[in-house]
Each structure stands twice: as structure tokens, then as C-alpha cells.
């Protein structure tokens, strides 16, 4: 019997390391979710890679991350949020985006915490 692969949300995408992880995402077969934010404008480079993931087998998620009820929405669809966004423009303002997506994560309950910084995977509960 073949295991139901795990529906995955990438926050930052577009991003240099979050392009990757969207790739290998689709490649192994995920259900892959990308956050579709609106404060990316008209930035065209993010709208095409966006499109191109889409057109991959994507689905694109538009949700903002300064509105909690639509981001823990969006969060409730997927099984893993994958946080890539970059932290080399402002880096007081990333931390508080992580923040809100943590607390989104925290809501829509479920939370499987997963670190590059364990050797082994855990499961663990955010209080």
C-alpha cells in the first residue's frame, strides 16, 4: 500500500533556496503548495517563477502574512510549512514575519517541528 505524500506549503518561494525546495517538492511527488503573498506587487521576475511552478503542478496560495485569519487558512490546506524567506534585506522585519507565520502554524494546529540543527527529526509541541 503507497503512503499519502505530505501536501507542502513553501513561504519564499521565489527565493533562491525556496525555488529549490518547490522543485524537489514537486519531484518527489508532494502535493506542493507555494504562498502566493501580495506584497510582492508587480514584481515580474517573482510573478514568472511563480507562474512556472503553477504551470509544474503547483498550487499558488495567496495569503498575506499581516493577515493571520487568511495565512492560518492557507496553513490549514497543507501538512508542512517550509519557511525559505530571506533574511538579507531587513532583518528585524523577516524575524517578525517568521514570527507571524509561527503563530499561524501554532492555530491551525498540527505542529511538527522539523530543524536542520537536530540530527534526527522531532515532533514536538509549541506552547
Given at each position: 500500500?503507497?503512503?499519502?505524500?505530505?501536501?507542502?506549503?513553501?513561504?519564499?518561494?521565489?527565493?533562491?533556496?525556496?525555488?529549490?525546495?518547490?522543485?524537489?517538492?514537486?519531484?518527489?511527488?508532494?502535493?506542493?503548495?507555494?504562498?502566493?503573498?501580495?506584497?510582492?506587487?508587480?514584481d515580474i521576475d517573482k510573478l514568472q517563477i511563480?507562474?512556472?511552478?503553477?504551470?509544474?503542478?503547483?498550487?499558488?496560495?495567496?495569503?498575506?502574512?499581516?493577515?493571520?485569519?487568511?495565512?492560518?487558512?492557507?496553513?490549514?490546506?497543507?501538512?508542512?510549512?517550509?519557511?525559505?524567506?530571506?533574511?538579507?534585506?531587513?532583518?528585524?522585519?523577516?524575524?517578525?514575519?517568521?514570527?507571524?507565520?509561527?503563530?499561524?502554524?501554532?492555530?491551525?494546529?498540527?505542529?511538527?517541528?522539523?530543524?536542520?540543527l537536530l540530527e534526527h527529526p522531532t515532533k514536538t509541541e509549541i506552547s
Amino acid at each position: 500500500m503507497a503512503m499519502e505524500k505530505s501536501r507542502v506549503l513553501i513561504v519564499g518561494g521565489t527565493g533562491y533556496i525556496g525555488r529549490r525546495i518547490v522543485a524537489a517538492s514537486l519531484a518527489a511527488g508532494h502535493p506542493t503548495f507555494v504562498l502566493l503573498r501580495p506584497e510582492i506587487g508587480l514584481d515580474i521576475d517573482k510573478l514568472q517563477i511563480l507562474l512556472a511552478f503553477k504551470a509544474q503542478g503547483a498550487r499558488l496560495l495567496e495569503a498575506s502574512l499581516d493577515d493571520h485569519d487568511g495565512l492560518v487558512a492557507a496553513i490549514r490546506q497543507v501538512d508542512v510549512v517550509v519557511s525559505a524567506m530571506s533574511g538579507a534585506h531587513i532583518r528585524s522585519h523577516n524575524l517578525m514575519l517568521q514570527i507571524k507565520l509561527v503563530e499561524a502554524i501554532k492555530q491551525a494546529g498540527n505542529i511538527k517541528m522539523k530543524t536542520l540543527l537536530l540530527e534526527h527529526p522531532t515532533k514536538t509541541e509549541i506552547s
